[in-house]
């Protein structure tokens, strides 16, 4: 009988898969690696997007999608990059959703499976292959859980607001045509 089963297996490949995404988006931010724009490219897309500043926003999302990514994947400190991972996703999921819910429209399906998959590894734990596992749980309790939500949602929230009431004022301060042309 081995000390491994099949949960802990499918726990590896829910890790390697989601972190591994997570990570390579990160890394497209943080670094400009796989066709990505880096942190001043990045920043400069945030920015248009509403979040602002740009550069603080393109590394915020950076650090959550690449350490988060690699923490999953190695099975380490669960918790927290399962919850950094998801504020992040839950951030992109924000831009999204204007489309719809389909990725093909530009929506926010792709966003929110990374971010769901995410929390459901946070709460869910990386199982016995992990780093978490040979280091006895030491930054993997069931009390870091919800502390580790606890202060994702917030900041969250706080930057989402924050981007929300920034696209409003721009748009208030637009004037639509008052006659076709």
């Known amino acids: ?3 491994y089963d099949r949960r802990d297996l499918g726990l590896l490949l829910l890790r390697l898969g989601t972190g591994g995404v997570l990570a390579a988006h990160g890394a497209q931010k943080l670094f400009g690696w796989f066709g990505g724009g880096g942190i001043e490219g990045t920043g ?4 248009s997007i509403g979040y602002a500043p740009g550069r603080a926003s393109a590394t915020a999302a950076g650090l959550a999608e690449a350490g988060g990514g690699v923490l999953l994947a190695l099975g380490l400190a669960t918790p927290a990059a399962g919850a950094a991972a998801a504020g992040a996703m839950a ?9 719809g819910f ?6 926010f399906e792709y966003a929110a499976s990374l971010g769901l998959t995410a929390a459901g590894l946070a709460v869910a734990g990386p199982g016995r ?3 978490d596992h040979v280091l006895g749980h030491a930054v993997n309790r069931n009390w870091m859980i919800p502390v580790a939500f606890a202060v994702t949602a917030p900041a969250t929230t706080a930057a989402v607001g924050a981007r929300v009431r920034r696209l409003r004022k721009a748009k208030e301060g637009e004037q639509e045509a008052l006659f076709e042309e």
């Open 91 to 99: 951030g992109a999921s924000a831009v999204h959703t204007p489309n």
């Open 129 to 131: 292959l992990s780093l």
């Open 1 to 3: 009988m081995t000390c």
């Open 102 to 107: 389909f990725n093909q429209e530009g929506g």
């Open 44 to 47: 400069q897309f945030m920015e």
